[in-house]
């Protein structure tokens, strides 16, 4: 019976611990920038991110007090709430370029030393 017990466990660890990356992408509705905003914006942070990243979506439609409360004056906008300093980009993140330097993510390939 152990055995089982190992992976829950396992699970309720990976539950608790909470990601090192926390975004929030603000949308408005099922538009198509909407669209490319949540592909581009997954695509970048399961390459370079995997696992170590957390994405809450935010249709300001269905939600407009959240886009008022953080000060949200365009959509798409994407947030970087941790690490800390918070920054924004605006727009279908297609410029990945700059998503990766606004954000300060490293692509695998440069490797994670700080």
């Known amino acids: 019976m152990p ?3 190992l992976p829950i466990a396992n699970a309720a660890d990976r539950l608790l611990k909470s990601p090192e990356f926390l975004f929030r992408l603000y949308i408005t509705g099922a538009t198509s920038r909407s669209s490319r905003a949540i592909s581009n914006a997954r695509k970048i942070f399961e390459r370079d991110l995997a696992g170590r990243y957390d994405l809450e ?3 300001i439609y269905l939600e407009p007090l959240k ?3 953080h000060q949200i004056v365009a959509a798409p906008t994407i947030v970087k709430l ?3 300093p918070e920054r924004r980009v605006i727009g279908d993140l ?3 370029g700059k998503v990766r330097r606004v954000f300060d993510i490293q692509t695998p390939s440069q490797g ?3």
């Open 3 to 5: 055995e089982k017990a």
């Open 57 to 59: 979506i935010i249709d």
């Open 67 to 69: 886009a008022k409360e």
């Open 82 to 84: 941790s690490p800390g």
């Open 94 to 96: 297609s410029d990945e």
């Open 112 to 114: 994670v030393e700080r």
